[in-house]
DNA sequence: CTAATTCTGTATCGAACGTTACAGATATGG
DNA sequence: CCATATCTGTAACGTTCGATACAGAATTAG
């Protein structure tokens, strides 16, 4: 074991607090005395644990991403792609709207830095965005493969038009929008689905 | 005529350069010497013209809905709920992904601030994004009364609908989406819109 | 028990923030 | 042509920003 005073708090725990804040003040909105408020430590302990604020935001973002993997792997490996289409949407009318007063409503990928005066951070927030694309995309050009997808469908697509949606939602949910209305949206929205001929 | 020193500045061409400062760094991450920079005014002169920041950032917004309000027209003055539908994603589609280098891709109220520190600016942004959703849904109740649309149909989700999916296309533009890709994935979203039987 | 190591709290750093005081410039009204 | 009014540029205001220096506390290694 190494040696030295040991850390006075658990990493996970000021990330979520931490989370809090940058999700519902973004990025630059959020003070440096802000975090260390809600995080419960000092500056000095902070920039030991994550190097500066960015790296901080870093580990938040991977923290919530961990949060997140549960409902992407309920999706990719729904029995039809169908299903998995409307897992996904239902999980994220679920997610964004209903908190339980532990965060803002929403979504952290979206709402916590659009823009920026850093660019860094939008970009590091799109990347993230983008890897659930490229989750469903995979999953999709399976199905299609397995004819589980019609010809014309485009796996792309129909991925990026379900990505599209979820953060729209994410943004209506930001702006107060209750589950039972994100949920009859996203009923809306699975209407587009493409339908196997004959099913 | 008023007596005094006349303003060196067109107010429209201030706000115009502003509001590329605030869409492309968000409300807080635009600071004063990069509006004034950008401007190309003082500190005195803005704060004489529009208060403070939380002033000109409140006229950048109605300059920003001043310039959107052409499309709003012709989409709630279309021939029938469908084609306004269709021509309000196109429409996002297009202005979105197409700035034509003159200001960032995506939507000025979905990007400028999501989240802040002053709660005021979301909330001031959510309402100008809802206003477009009731110009919507107003044009959709008046279609069902007419029975433009299924009696099945609800206006209000229909509009609700529609501003969820440009709200996402506006992320995925801002994220790097071409007008093609987001005409793509507008189409899909259509092919969600109600039918009328034996139409 | 001592030396070495790591974390903690206090107190503070220079820089940048939004904002404004002030004096000079430029117009109108009489 | 003078008084009044408004705008302009310079220069600076107090505050808050992200980030640290430092000394003391708490642990392990030997």
Not at 86 to 113: I, K
Not at 153 to 161: D, F, I, R, V
Request: with cysteine; hydrophobic share 40%.
């Amino acid at each position: 074991m190494k040696a030295g005073r040991p850390r006075s708090f658990c990493t996970d725990t000021v990330l979520d607090r931490a989370m809090t804040v940058f999700w519902r003040k973004g990025y630059e909105g959020a003070s440096l005395h802000d975090l260390t408020e809600a995080m419960g430590i000092n500056p000095p302990s902070l920039y030991a644990a994550f190097g500066n604020k960015e790296g901080l935001f870093r580990a938040v973002i991977e923290r919530y991403d961990a949060r997140r993997q549960e409902l992407m792997d309920r999706v990719v490996s729904a029995p039809d792609p169908r299903s998995a289409a409307r897992l996904f949407l239902e999980g994220v009318a679920d997610f964004s709207a209903d908190t339980g007063g532990r965060h803002p409503p929403g979504c952290f990928l979206v709402q916590s830095g659009l823009s920026c005066s850093d660019a860094d951070i939008p970009q590091a927030l799109a990347e993230h965005r983008a890897e659930k694309e490229r989750a469903l995309r995979g999953r999709f050009e399976r199905d299609r493969k397995e004819g589980l997808l019609p010809e014309g469908a485009n796996p792309a697509t129909l991925a990026s038009y379900l990505v599209t949606m979820a953060n729209g939602m994410c943004i209506q949910a930001s702006a107060g929008a209750t589950t039972k209305q994100l949920r009859e949206i996203a009923d809306v929205a699975l209407s587009a689905w493409p339908g196997m001929p004959g099913k």
